[in-house]
């Protein structure tokens, strides 16, 4: 059974550091590209970093220079490290699997074969 499950995500205070984490279990994490979205009321689910099978990453602006995605065969994972969190970061995380090892476009979508249940991400002092 393919499943992927979110964890690291709390309570932050603003400027503050976070890792989150997304663990596989029945497939081999390191054979497909993972991608960290996050989803509000306001914006919905959008992609926020992606990792390829061969390292290729992608950041949104919004977060770029701020986060770090990366993957940890060892634990069948792909972490993402948040630093500096901003009020505007607050959101639920999900972590999803594409389809292939590669994603063209880090966007919630057809191309996701897998999603997490998410966690949760708050900002606050």
């Known amino acids: 059974q393919v499943q992927l499950v979110e964890s690291g995500g709390g309570l932050v205070q603003p400027g503050g550091p976070m890792r989150l984490s997304c663990a596989a279990s029945g497939f081999t994490l390191e054979n497909y590209a993972i991608g960290w979205f996050r989803q509000t009321p306001e914006k919905g689910r959008e992609g926020v970093s992606c990792i390829s099978s061969d390292g290729t990453t992608y950041y949104s602006d919004s977060v770029k220079g701020r986060f770090t995605i990366s993957g940890d065969d060892a634990k069948n994972a792909v972490n993402l490290q948040m630093n500096n969190l901003k009020p505007e970061d607050p959101a639920m995380y999900y972590c999803?699997?594409?389809?292939?090892?590669?994603?063209?476009?880090?966007?919630?979508?057809?191309?996701?074969?897998?999603w997490g249940r998410g966690t949760l991400v708050t900002v606050s002092s």
């Open positions: 999803g699997a594409f389809k292939g090892p590669r994603f063209r476009f880090c966007v919630p979508g057809a191309s996701i074969r897998s």
